[in-house]
């Protein structure tokens, strides 16, 4: 509508120009005019002729879209009537249906449940897999170390002889290489012994404490369980821990009474000003 309206104002103004043009004389302000108003017209026109097509396009669209729509509705009333038969045909079976998926619920929790113990055991197979190379590499290593190492006799009169010459340090790690290599050997006992007297020699009083108690523990028919008996109870003693140390030396009196150690426990006794056998034995 606004179109035509242009058009119309277009062709008034026209026909007012050329009337006009007769009176007073072309200029050449009314041939600009004239020429303006020329265009505008062409203008106008391409406008008009690009709406009108727009407008076609537009109409063919809602056309097609309602199309569209009535099918889509057609469709939707078909679904719902089908549904709506099939709901009437299925009543009968819903029963069924939720007795067969109560039924398949129980047999997937219990392949839930198998399928946990069979991972618990792939878990521990693996873990025993491992700790079984673990084991097996470092025997292997220990093997290797002992096929490296020199044998027995040497290792032990060579960590005595450094014993013996003071050389304290070379001697603990000769004793401590003797017991790692060879532990279930009588002289492994002569090891843990002599590494306490050493650590009882430097002041290591816990340390000597511990290393006796191997030898009492571990090699209780060796020959220096009453030796480290006796030198436990004098560490317990350095250690403040006098009861426990006195302790120790009445039961070297009383296991070992003619030996050299019992002799040395009744000498630290009298020291201490006790006497050398309990109220129990008294």
Request: hydrophobic share 35%; aromatic share 6%.
């Amino acid at each position: 509508m606004k179109l035509q309206r242009g058009f119309t104002l277009l062709a008034l103004l026209s026909a007012l120009c050329f009337a006009i043009t007769p009176a007073w004389g072309v200029s050449k302000e009314m041939v600009q005019l004239q020429t303006q108003v020329q265009q505008l017209q062409e203008q106008m026109t391409a406008m008009q002729r690009g709406f009108d097509e727009r407008m076609g396009v537009m109409n063919n669209l809602v056309e097609r879209d309602s199309d569209a729509v009535n099918k889509v509705a057609a469709a939707v009333s078909a679904l719902q009537l089908m549904l709506q038969k099939e709901q009437g045909d299925s009543s009968g079976h819903v029963d069924q249906l939720s007795g067969q998926i109560q039924s398949l619920n129980d047999s997937l929790d219990e392949l839930k449940a198998r399928l946990a113990k069979v991972s618990k055991q792939l878990e521990d197979m693996q873990s025993t897999q491992q700790s079984t190379a673990a084991q097996t590499a470092q025997q292997q290593a220990q093997q290797q170390a002992i096929a490296q190492a020199p044998p027995p006799d040497v290792l032990y009169q060579n960590a005595l002889r450094d014993y013996n010459g003071a050389k304290y340090d070379l001697a603990t790690q000769e004793f401590s290489d003797y017991i790692k290599f060879y532990p279930n050997t009588d002289l492994a006992g002569n090891c843990y012994y002599y590494l306490g007297e050493i650590q009882f020699h430097q002041g290591n009083y816990q340390q000597a404490s511990q290393s006796y108690d191997q030898v009492m523990q571990n090699f209780p028919t060796g020959s220096k369980v009453a030796s480290a008996q006796l030198k436990k109870g004098l560490s317990l003693i350095e250690l403040g821990k006098k009861d426990d140390g006195v302790e120790e030396l009445r039961r070297v009196i009383q296991r070992y009474p003619r030996s050299p150690e019992a002799l040395q426990a009744r000498e630290r006794l009298r020291q201490l000003k006790v006497p050398s056998v309990g109220r129990s034995g008294e």
